[in-house]
């Protein structure tokens, strides 16, 4: 399969909409798995707000894969401060992953996450978190791939209120 058809780039406002665009069919492809994500029904405009914030900050990296003019694969990257407990008080995380049904298995999700894991390693910071669905094992070996490993499972107890809060996709 041929490769390097596509670009990795940093994202400006002027891709918000795409972004919104492709966030939207990575909250759909967990819901086809059948994650209970439970998002509000303002999630869209939470996560462009949350999308702006991570666009004006230093510290975030929100890339694009394109390929001719067209926004094939997206991925975000921050800085999460850990309970004051731990060694490394500051640590990397990877969010919003996600290429273009068509464009999966030819590289561009591993040139997306090279190029964020470059940008938490130039901020000095030492390790980098990604959260994988449960329901998601591709996602979980793509990312065993990248040289990922599992330390603690997050386990989720139904306290059985109606409704959902809003946040990000993984
Ligand atoms: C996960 C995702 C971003 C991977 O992107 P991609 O562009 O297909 O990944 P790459 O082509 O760079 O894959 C790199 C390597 O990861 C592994 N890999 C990727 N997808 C895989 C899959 N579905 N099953 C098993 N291994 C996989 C392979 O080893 C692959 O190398 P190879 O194709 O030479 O064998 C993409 O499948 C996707 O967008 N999925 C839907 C959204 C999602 O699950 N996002 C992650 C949330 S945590």
Redesign the pocket.
């Known amino acids: 399969?041929r490769r390097c058809e596509f670009t990795i780039r940093r994202a400006g406002k002027a891709d918000a909409e795409g972004l919104v665009s492709l966030w939207r069919?990575?909250v759909s492809?967990?819901e086809a798995?059948g994650d209970r994500h439970g998002l509000s029904p303002d999630a869209a405009r939470t996560w462009t707000k949350f999308l702006r914030e991570h666009l004006r900050a230093k510290t975030s990296a929100v890339l694009v894969?394109e390929s001719a003019g067209r926004l094939i694969?997206m991925?975000m990257a921050s800085v999460r401060e850990s309970p004051p407990t731990s060694t490394s008080r500051r640590r990397g995380t990877?969010?919003?992953?996600?290429?273009?049904?068509e464009?999966?298995?030819?590289?561009?999700?591993?040139?997306?996450?090279a190029v964020l894991l470059e940008h938490l390693r130039a901020l000095g910071l030492a390790e980098a978190d990604?959260?994988?669905?449960s329901v998601?094992?591709?996602?979980?070996?793509?990312?065993?791939?990248?040289g990922a490993v599992e330390r603690r499972r997050v386990m989720t107890i139904d306290l059985g209120a109606a409704g959902g809060e809003s946040g990000a996709?993984?």
């Open positions: 399969m069919k990575l492809h967990h798995l894969a694969g991925g990877i969010t919003d992953l996600y290429v273009e049904p464009w999966r298995r030819r590289g561009a999700g591993k040139a997306l996450v990604v959260t994988v669905a998601n094992p591709a996602a979980a070996l793509f990312w065993e791939k990248m996709a993984p």
